[in-house]
């Protein structure tokens, strides 16, 4: 997000063009005003407008309410084309905090110095203050944080040290753990200490998405699990619902035989919703 416009620090810049390819004109509409909303605006950032400076241009406004923002994008058929009526979606989500590139796995001699920010006392974006662990306790008798650098100490040792840091208002919580090996690792006189230390895995996990592609329901869902889903008319009647026990990943769902007509889709997974409207034509 960039404060394109110079009257908020939530804007993201969509078009600057505002028509097809086939000179139909387009019009935006936000479908969840409570994430987003969508402007025409003079773009005049210097530093990130680039060509499309002192122009006019299509740009999305979020609320700070975190989610995905649904944009209905048409235009009117022109000779030879059929007309245009697609959902975009723009997520408005916490950034990932990010660890000085210094805190990594390494070997030490005895008494080594490391390098400054080896142990970094905050993190990049926000200077959110960094907690460590030394195999699970607070401090450890083999090496020692000066500063921001690490101290080793004389005798031989495995120590995974772990970083975290807290959820703030604009990023996720912070945890990664590294390995520092003092000395000669297979003499190590702690090898039972860090061996019984609990190994913390946060694989990198698919968000949960939901959207029509080509008249079918696609979902990626971010951990197996009870999904339903439900396609109900502008009138509030149910078309179509369906509930099944899913694996992580996407699952493309046709929804062909649910006639022309506007409707409204709602799927749940655990806390997870995703809802959206959809004009099958």
């Not at 945890?175 to 190590?188: H, L, P």
């Not at 968000?207 to 869902?221: A, C, D, H, I, Y």
């Not at 971010?222 to 992580?248: C, D, I, R, Y």
């Not at 649910?258 to 997974?269: A, C, D, E, M, N």
């Amino acid at each position: 997000m960039v404060n394109y416009s110079g009257t908020s620090d939530y804007e993201t810049l969509l078009t600057t063009s505002f028509t097809t390819v086939q000179g139909g004109a387009l019009t935006f509409e936000s479908l969840t005003p409570e994430i987003l909303t969508v402007k025409l605006a003079t773009c005049t950032n210097s530093k990130y407008c680039y060509s499309a400076l002192n122009s006019t241009a299509v740009m999305a406004e979020f609320t700070t309410v975190l989610g995905d923002g649904k944009i209905r994008v048409t235009a009117p058929a022109v000779s030879g084309y059929r007309a245009m009526d697609d959902t975009i979606t723009v997520t408005f989500a916490k950034g990932q905090q990010r660890i000085y590139s210094k805190f990594k796995n390494r070997t030490l001699t005895f008494g080594a110095v490391t390098e400054a920010n080896a142990l970094p006392d905050t993190m990049m974006a926000e200077q959110i203050p960094v907690s460590y662990t030394y195999n699970g306790a607070e401090f450890s008798p083999y090496l020692q944080k000066v500063g921001t650098t690490i101290v080793a100490g004389t005798e031989n040792a495995i120590v995974k040290i772990t970083a975290t840091a807290p959820e703030t208002d604009h990023y996720e919580a912070f945890e990664k753990s590294i390995t520092v090996i003092v000395g000669d690792s297979a003499a190590a006189v702690n090898k039972d200490e860090y061996y019984a230390t609990p190994i913390i895995s946060k694989a990198d996990v698919a968000p949960f998405r939901t959207q029509v592609q080509n008249n079918s329901l696609l979902l990626q869902v971010p951990q197996a699990g009870l999904v339903q889903w439900t396609v109900f008319s502008s009138l509030g009647k149910v078309v179509a619902s369906n509930k099944e026990h899913m694996s992580a990943g996407s699952h493309l769902i046709s929804l062909e035989q649910i006639p022309t007509g506007s409707y409204f889709l709602k799927v749940r997974q655990g806390t997870n919703v995703g809802s959206f409207h959809w004009n099958k034509r």
